[in-house]
């Protein structure tokens, strides 16, 4: 009896440091808290690879999916080409994407950030494809951007990365209170015998 209570305690312990690990991981898994664009910017023309610059804010690393869309009545389409490259939050990125086999028209730049937690998006760039002549890499004509780039941010509400945290440990206080009861309850029952 006395070892199976050990063993109990032991697994409630396990349980327990399972639960704060799994917190600790749920911090560490969002890295970036904004991602911006800032070049292309909207009514650019570009033909050869088109280059994608832009920022993350945060801390650590990330996975930046980064792709031209089709753009249909001013909404971003279907995905036409993408990219999926290696990152760290903090910094800039710049990822070229290759326009040679598209047709000329008007796309959007798209960057999605962790399998879409975070996400922005240029539209209303012209992509002419024969454009260049020469067959060389041509970047993107580019004007200044305004004083506010386009940027995208989680929303105010609170999102998985305060959520998820809290639920664990909202868990772990739970199962450690009840498996206390229940080992205190056992023990008084075993003392009366």
């Not at 697994?11 to 911006?36: I, K, N, P, R």
């Not at 929303?155 to 868990?171: D, Q, S, Y």
């Amino acid at each position: 009896m006395i070892v199976q209570q050990r063993l109990r305690s032991a697994a409630a312990f396990v349980a327990g440091l399972f639960v704060v690990f799994g917190v600790a991981w749920a911090g560490e898994a969002f890295a970036a808290s904004t991602v911006s664009i800032t070049s292309p910017v909207a009514g650019d023309t570009v033909s050869g690879d088109i280059l994608v610059e832009g920022s993350l804010a945060g801390e650590g690393d990330v996975v930046l999916t980064v792709a031209l869309t089709e753009q249909v009545l001013g909404d971003c389409g279907s995905t036409v080409v993408e990219r999926t490259v290696p990152a760290v939050a903090g910094e800039a990125f710049s990822v070229a994407l290759a326009t040679a086999s598209l047709v000329p028209g008007e796309y959007c730049a798209v960057v999605v950030v962790d399998d879409g937690r975070l996400s922005a998006a240029i539209g209303d760039v012209r992509v002419e494809p024969a454009f260049a002549s020469d067959g060389g890499v041509q970047l993107p004509t580019l004007e200044l951007p305004g004083e506010n780039p386009i940027t995208a941010s989680p929303p105010a509400v609170p999102g998985v990365e305060v959520l998820l945290p809290t639920a664990l440990g909202a868990i772990a206080a739970v199962s450690v209170v009840v498996l206390s009861v229940g080992l205190a309850v056992r023990r008084r029952r075993l003392q009366d015998i």
